[in-house]
């Protein structure tokens, strides 16, 4: 009886041990997902502040653009 008993802990602990063993292998595989967004989240805000550098350089060439031929502008007619 006791021997019975015995055996039928030990395949109570195994079972249990291989749950735990297959909730850790997801809960790995989890994380593994987390941190491939999280690096493509990374990655995808570098694009974004590279292409917000260019979008904001351009706008600001335009700018320095506008004023020089503004300045022109008013140069010319006031010596005409």
């Not at 997902?33 to 550098?53: A, C, E, H, N, T």
């Amino acid at each position: 009886m006791l021997l019975r008993c015995s055996t039928s802990i030990i395949s109570f602990i195994s079972y249990q041990l291989s749950v735990i063993s297959y909730q850790m292998g997801v809960i790995s595989y989890q994380l593994s997902v987390i941190s491939y967004q999280l690096s493509d989240g990374s990655y995808q805000s570098i694009v974004l502040s590279y292409k917000f550098g260019a979008f904001f350089s351009l706008i600001t060439d335009y700018c320095s653009l506008i004023t020089d031929f503004s300045q022109t502008m008013i140069a010319i007619n006031f010596y005409h």
